[in-house]
C-alpha cells in the first residue's frame, strides 16, 4: 500500500519530460507594452489654393502705415474790402464824441473822394494823435490852428446829416477807429490836394497819392 501510494504521488508532483523540458528552458522577460503613438487624424482635403490660404493664415500681419496727409493748397490772404466795410458800418451818429470829430474832418476833407482816400485821411489824423508830436486827441488834433481848412476858429461846421456822404464818412471813422483796415503807415503825418504846392511838402518823403490827396511821411 505504502509503495503504491507513493507511486501515485509521484504521478501527480512530478512533471513529464515535456514539462521538465519546458520548466528547465528560461521564459523570456515580457517587456511592458510600449505606448501607443498617437494616431493623427486624416488631413482634410485642402482646395487648389491651399498654399496660398496657409501663407495667409500663417504670416504675420504687416504693420500698418498711416496714409500721407494731403498737401492743403495755399490760401491767398485777401485784404479787407473797405467797400464792404463801410456799407457794414454806416451810421446816422457817431459812437463817442472823438468818432464825431474824425467823422466830420473825413466828412468835410474827403467827402468827394473815393473811400480809399477817405479812409487815409482818417488814418493821418490818427497817426497824428499816436506820434507824441501833436495832441493825443483826436478833436484837438483836429482843431489845431492853420492845420484843416474847413476848422474856422477852433470850430466845426455844421456836416448834412442826413446825407449819405455823412453816413459814409461816420463808417470811415469806425473803420479807422478799428483798425479794421490800413492804408497808410503809421508815420504818414502829412498831405494836400495835388492842385496846391506847398513849400514844406518839399521837405518830406512822398508816400502815396489816393485821389487828389498826396501823403507825405
Same mark, same amino acid.
Given at each position: 500500500?505504502?509503495?503504491?501510494?507513493?507511486?501515485?504521488?509521484?504521478?501527480?508532483?512530478?512533471?513529464?519530460?515535456?514539462?521538465? %523540458?519546458?520548466?528547465?528552458?528560461?521564459?523570456?522577460?515580457?517587456?511592458?507594452?510600449?505606448?501607443?503613438?498617437? *494616431?493623427?487624424?486624416? %488631413?482634410?482635403?485642402?482646395?487648389?489654393?491651399?498654399?496660398?490660404?496657409?501663407?495667409?493664415?500663417?504670416?504675420?500681419?504687416?504693420?500698418?502705415?498711416?496714409?500721407?496727409?494731403?498737401?492743403?493748397?495755399?490760401?491767398? *490772404?485777401?485784404?479787407?474790402?473797405?467797400? #464792404?466795410?463801410?456799407?457794414?458800418?454806416?451810421?446816422?451818429?457817431?459812437?463817442?464824441? #472823438?468818432?464825431?470829430?474824425?467823422?466830420?474832418?473825413?466828412? @468835410?476833407?474827403?467827402?468827394?473822394?473815393?473811400?480809399?482816400?477817405?479812409?487815409?485821411?482818417? #488814418?493821418? *489824423?490818427?497817426?497824428?494823435?499816436?506820434?507824441?508830436?501833436?495832441?493825443?486827441?483826436?478833436?484837438?488834433?483836429?482843431?489845431?490852428?492853420?492845420?484843416?481848412?474847413?476848422?474856422? =476858429?477852433?470850430? @466845426?461846421?455844421?456836416?448834412?446829416?442826413?446825407? #449819405?456822404?455823412?453816413? =459814409?464818412?461816420?463808417?470811415?471813422?469806425?473803420?479807422?477807429?478799428?483798425?479794421?483796415?490800413?492804408?497808410?503807415?503809421?508815420?504818414?503825418?502829412?498831405?494836400?490836394?495835388?492842385?496846391?504846392?506847398?513849400?514844406?511838402? =518839399?521837405?518830406?518823403?512822398?508816400?502815396?497819392?489816393?485821389?487828389?490827396?498826396?501823403?507825405?511821411?
Amino acid at each position: 500500500m505504502a509503495s503504491a501510494a507513493f507511486a501515485v504521488a509521484m504521478t501527480f508532483s512530478a512533471p513529464s519530460q515535456a514539462q521538465a %523540458a519546458d520548466l528547465s528552458t528560461p521564459v523570456p522577460a515580457i517587456a511592458p507594452a510600449a505606448a501607443a503613438p498617437a *494616431v493623427a487624424a486624416p %488631413a482634410a482635403a485642402l482646395p487648389a489654393d491651399a498654399a496660398q490660404v496657409q501663407v495667409q493664415v500663417s504670416a504675420p500681419a504687416a504693420a500698418a502705415v498711416p496714409a500721407p496727409l494731403p498737401t492743403l493748397p495755399a490760401v491767398a *490772404v485777401t485784404p479787407p474790402n473797405v467797400d #464792404e466795410l463801410v456799407m457794414a458800418h454806416e451810421g446816422d451818429k457817431a459812437d463817442d464824441d #472823438e468818432q464825431d470829430c474824425l467823422a466830420k474832418a473825413v466828412y @468835410f476833407e474827403a467827402r468827394g473822394e473815393p473811400l480809399q482816400g477817405q479812409l487815409a485821411v482818417a #488814418e493821418v *489824423v490818427m497817426n497824428r494823435a499816436a506820434s507824441g508830436r501833436y495832441p493825443a486827441s483826436l478833436c484837438e488834433v483836429i482843431t489845431q490852428p492853420w492845420q484843416f481848412s474847413f476848422i474856422h =476858429k477852433g470850430r @466845426f461846421p455844421t456836416p448834412d446829416f442826413g446825407s #449819405e456822404s455823412w453816413r =459814409k464818412a461816420v463808417a470811415v471813422a469806425r473803420i479807422a477807429q478799428g483798425h479794421l483796415a490800413d492804408t497808410l503807415p503809421g508815420d504818414v503825418l502829412w498831405y494836400h490836394a495835388d492842385y496846391v504846392s506847398p513849400s514844406w511838402g =518839399k521837405r518830406l518823403t512822398k508816400t502815396a497819392q489816393i485821389g487828389l490827396h498826396i501823403f507825405y511821411s
